[in-house]
């Protein structure tokens, strides 16, 4: 599996997620709800009754609400802990609330549309492989950055031959010498 880096390391740090919301678990029953933002926000793919629903079936449906007001909406594979939908409605951009609704439902991945790569790089995802090809548009899967640090951190300890790793094959630290 290639990771690939970060273009620049002078990427700007991850900026701080301040909005504040209030999210809401969305019904399966909600599709025209979600897709009123999606509209809105002009959802660079389209999405489909079936994804929403489906997903929402599994708690995967979550709005951002603002004063009432739906404010943006995710739609999560609960099961992959994958992210597949995010928008804001645009009255709301730009005031940390995709990055606050991100660090809310922290998705181990994220399948992502080329246009929003810089903007999921910049809050701690990383590419993962190439570019897929769509319909019309080329996507992503990206990686939660944290997630790498983790599989670093076991695959040094492992490398070091901690006891823990050793329980695979009942052997001892003593008994391996
Ligand atoms: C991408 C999106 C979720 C960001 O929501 P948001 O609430 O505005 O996000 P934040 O406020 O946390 O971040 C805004 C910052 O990211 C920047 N930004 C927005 N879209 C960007 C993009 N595609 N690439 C790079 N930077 C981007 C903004 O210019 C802003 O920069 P600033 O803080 O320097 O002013 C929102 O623009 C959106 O819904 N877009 C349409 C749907 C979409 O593309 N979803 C992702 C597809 S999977």
């Not at 899967?141 to 031959?161: H, N, P, S």
């Not at 823990?164 to 630290?173: A, G, I, Q, Y």
Request: proline share 6%; with cysteine; hydrophobic share 40%.
């Amino acid at each position: 599996m290639i990771l690939q880096q970060p273009q620049s390391t002078d990427a700007p740090a991850p900026p701080a997620a301040k909005a504040i919301f209030e999210p809401l678990l969305g019904r399966s029953s909600e599709y025209d709800r979600a897709k009123k933002i999606l509209n809105a926000g002009r959802h660079p793919t389209f999405v489909g009754r079936d994804t929403v629903c489906r997903n929402a079936l599994q708690g995967g449906l979550i709005f951002a609400a603002i004063d009432d007001a739906d404010a943006g909406v995710a739609v999560v594979n609960v099961r992959t802990s994958t992210l597949l939908v995010l928008c804001v409605h645009p009255k709301y951009r730009k005031a940390g609330l995709g990055a606050a609704l991100l660090e809310f439902l922290r998705p181990n991945f994220a399948r992502v549309v080329e246009s929003a790569v810089p903007w999921f790089a910049r809050n701690g995802y990383i590419q993962l492989g190439d570019y897929k090809q769509g319909r019309s548009l080329r996507t992503a899967i990206m990686v939660r950055g944290g997630l790498t640090e983790l599989c670093g951190r076991l695959a040094t300890i492992y490398a070091a031959g901690c006891a823990c790793s050793l329980t695979h094959t009942n052997e001892t630290p003593a008994a391996k010498t």
